[in-house]
């Protein structure tokens, strides 16, 4: 099954039609995994080996507004700013854009602004292609369910198929081969007191880019194999523990699981290490502060930057700790 098969079965007879307006605009939240997405069973279409379990960062994310151009080429902005249609980015953007087109027409104007620091490991890419296809959705009139517009942009960026929702959502892995069970909604209810603060030791690119991360580690580490039953074991614990909101139990379940993706990159081969020395010794400092009675947890994703998990009561004490710490309302 390629990526075009799947949007024609979604689209129907919209298929490579026309867009039925001039100009469209959407938002889409930004998303952090509580149990990650880690390994696919299909890398085309990014079928997750496990579900995952994500929060969204409030009004944090990306808008994309899309123009149609009279000009033969795109062009893209990104934060007001052109981006060559040759950076990794930029030809990720315009390769998912041609699956909707024919011969790369009509050509488009794509505008895409983040309000989240850009490679700080706040998963651009997930808001960034969600935004784009909620786009695509208005632009050509297609008046898709927030369903379908999951699976589209998991075709984007797997991470993209939660960043439709706020609050908590889960996506499901889905067995079938198509994908069509493969797909976001939203779990459980709000949970105010929860607050999440970004702790950047680094704003460098990425060593290597998570897709590449991913296959590399499905393909030789000796951990991987024991890494679908982790996540049936922590994504149970922490749907329980957003249910009870019980911030010890969430914050133990996901640490665990981070530190678990984590040790399946080192054990592979070559070894994959996205933490520098100051994420470590971040921990470290969690850890103390923590064994001090002060409730505290981090997550980290493919970057060196660490999420912490906390309660909104103890805002003060953890700034006095981590003054830079960036707290985004949820
Ligand atoms: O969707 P991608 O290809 O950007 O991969 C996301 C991977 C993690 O952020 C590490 C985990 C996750 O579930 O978001």
Redesign the pocket.
């Known amino acids: 099954m390629h990526k075009k098969d799947i949007i024609q079965l979604l689209l129907g007879k919209y298929y490579l039609h026309a867009p039925q307006h001039e100009q469209a605009t959407a938002f889409a939240p930004t998303n952090i ?1 509580l149990c ?3 390994g696919k069973r299909d890398t085309e279409l990014n079928l997750p080996v496990t579900s ?1 379990l ?1 929060i969204s960062l409030g009004n944090k994310g990306a808008s994309t507004t899309l123009r149609l151009l009279s000009e033969a080429e795109d062009v893209l902005i990104l934060n007001g700013s052109p981006l060559e249609t040759t950076t990794r980015f930029g030809k990720r953007v315009v390769e998912f854009l041609d699956l909707f087109r024919i011969q790369q027409q009509p050509s488009l104007r794509i505008d895409i602004n983040m309000n989240i620091p850009l490679a700080a490991g706040l ?1 651009s ?2 808001c960034g292609f969600a935004s784009l296809v909620a786009a695509l959705n208005k632009l050509y009139g297609w008046g898709l369910s927030l369903q379908d517009l999951s699976i589209l942009a998991r075709l984007g ?4 198929s939660r960043s439709f929702w706020s609050g908590f959502v889960e996506w499901h892995a889905g067995i079938q081969a198509d994908g069509m069970d493969s797909y976001s909604e939203p779990f459980s209810a709000a949970w105010p007191e929860l607050c999440i603060g970004l702790h950047v030791v680094s704003h460098e690119a990425k060593p290597i880019p ?2 590449e991360a991913m296959q590399r580690t499905r393909e030789t580490s000796v951990l991987y194999r024991s890494w679908p039953e982790q996540v049936q074991r922590d994504l149970l614990a922490i749907k329980q523990a957003i249910n009870q909101q019980d911030i010890s139990a969430l914050g133990a379940a996901a640490e665990t699981n981070a530190l678990a993706m984590h040790a399946t990159m080192l054990s592979a081969w070559p070894p994959i290490s996205y933490s520098l020395p100051a994420t470590t010794a971040a921990m470290h400092a969690i850890w103390q502060l923590r064994s001090a009675g002060l409730v505290v947890y981090f997550t980290q ?2 970057g060196p930057n660490l999420k912490l998990l906390f309660l909104k009561k103890d805002i003060e004490l953890l700034s006095k700790h981590f003054p830079s710490l960036e707290i985004i309302a949820l």
């Open positions: 995994a990650k997405y880690w995952s994500s998963a890419s997930a960026s797997g991470s993209a998570s897709r994703d493919a």
